[in-house]
């Protein structure tokens, strides 16, 4: 099992709905992530947050917010989605704050997200 | 332009079997490679992560090869399981603290 737990697995939604996504680690890493990927393409980055402070954000609408509220937790609001918006959402985490890539990242399973 | 390809896309092979995948990168200045196993509906897990310096690491059945002079990079399995069908992903960190990746290769080992 992942040590990267994400919440809820799956999740569908209208357009004009109000969701969020959730992510949860209790391995002390100090970087996480969020990576979006469609059906068969790899991950695409979104966010990343290093010591609970966003360090990049990789050109993402306004529609995707990020949330660190502390170490262990990250979160993703979503609002007023687009069909093609559905999508694997993923999480992940490394040990490192001040270095993010220099370790492999976990992942979390995913969140499969369909919006009608 | 940073660019990791991986080839084949997709394989078949029967269990038991040797594979190699193979994955070629113009990302420069390269910092490391990674190959993670994603199985379907789960998220990837890391492999191998291999520096300039290293040639060979293995792990387990999976054995990754790294040459820096030709940038490639290849992924050997032994013996093959059922459980090793996935998709198999490169992943180049380049020295700008970028991660790219590859479009991965899905292998599918049938009995």
């Known amino acids: 099992d992942t040590e990267v737990t994400q919440t809820p697995k799956h999740l569908v939604m209208g357009m004009t709905n109000k969701k969020s996504l959730k992510c949860e680690q209790h391995?002390?890493?100090?970087?996480m992530y969020w990576y979006k990927q469609k059906a068969k393409k790899p991950p695409e980055l979104m966010f990343v947050y290093s010591y609970e402070k966003l360090s990049i954000n990789e050109s993402v609408p306004s529609r995707f917010s990020p949330e660190c509220p502390n170490s262990s937790l990250l979160n993703l609001h979503l609002h007023a989605l687009q069909p093609e918006d559905s999508a694997l959402y993923l999480c992940?985490?490394?040990?490192?704050?001040?270095?993010?890539?220099?370790?492999?990242?976990?992942f979390g399973n995913g969140t499969r997200l369909t919006v009608t | 332009k940073n660019q990791v390809e991986q080839s084949p896309q997709s394989l078949i092979i029967l269990e038991g079997k040797n594979c190699t995948l193979q994955c070629n990168y113009t990302v420069s200045p390269f910092s490391n490679l990674r190959w993670y196993k994603q199985d379907t509906g789960r998220g990837p897990v890391s492999l191998t992560i291999?520096?300039?310096?290293?040639n060979t690491k293995s792990n387990g059945r999976y054995t990754a090869t790294l040459d820096a002079d030709t940038k490639q990079s290849s992924l050997h399995i032994t013996a093959s399981q059922l459980s090793d069908s996935a998709s198999y992903i490169c992943v180049v960190r380049s020295g700008y603290n970028k991660l790219i990746f590859g479009a991965g290769t899905r292998l599918a080992v049938h009995p």
């Open positions: 291999m520096t300039f310096s290293e």
């Open positions: 391995m002390g890493h100090r970087a």
């Open positions: 992940a985490s490394s040990p490192s704050g001040s270095d993010p890539y220099n370790s492999p990242l976990h």
